[in-house]
C-alpha cells in the first residue's frame, strides 16, 4: 500500500509561481505524476516522471511546469515536486499526485487546490 501525501497549492496572481510536493510513504513506486481537475472538467495528465528518469509534459504546460523528484534511501524520501511557473487563470485546478506501485496498482493523493486569480 502506497500512501501520497500532497502540499504546496494556494492562491496565486497570474503570472505567479507555486511549488507542490508530494510524498510517497514508500519507494515500491515507478512513475510518479501530476494530474488536475478543473470544476465541471474531466480530470487531465499534467506531468510524468518515470522511473527511468523520463520526464512528459503536457502540452498545455510545457516550458512554465517543472516536474522533478527526489528519491534518497538515506533520507526515506520518495519525493516528486511541480514547479509551476507563469501560471495562468485556466491553470486553476485540484491537483492530484499519482503513483504506479510496484504492485502495478494505481496510487492518488487527496488533491491540493491551486487557484490562480488577480
Known amino acids: 500500500q502506497v500512501q501520497l501525501v500532497e502540499s504546496g497549492g494556494g492562491l496565486v496572481q497570474p503570472g505567479g509561481s507555486l511549488r507542490l510536493s508530494c510524498a510517497a510513504s514508500?519507494?515500491?513506486?515507478?512513475?510518479m505524476a501530476w494530474y488536475r481537475q478543473a470544476p465541471g472538467k474531466e480530470r487531465e495528465w499534467v506531468a510524468t516522471?518515470?522511473?527511468?528518469?523520463?520526464?512528459?509534459?503536457?502540452?498545455s504546460v510545457k516550458g512554465r511546469f517543472i516536474i522533478s523528484r527526489d528519491i534518497s534511501r538515506d533520507n526515506a524520501k520518495n519525493t516528486v515536486y511541480l514547479q509551476m511557473n507563469s501560471l495562468k487563470p485556466e491553470d486553476s485546478a485540484v491537483y492530484y499526485c499519482?503513483?504506479?506501485?510496484?504492485?502495478?496498482?494505481?496510487?492518488w493523493g487527496q488533491g491540493t487546490q491551486v487557484t490562480v486569480s488577480s
Open positions: 499519482f503513483a504506479k506501485g510496484t504492485d502495478f496498482r494505481d496510487y
Open positions: 516522471f518515470t522511473s527511468g528518469g523520463s520526464i512528459l509534459y503536457a502540452d
Open positions: 514508500t519507494f515500491s513506486v515507478n512513475a
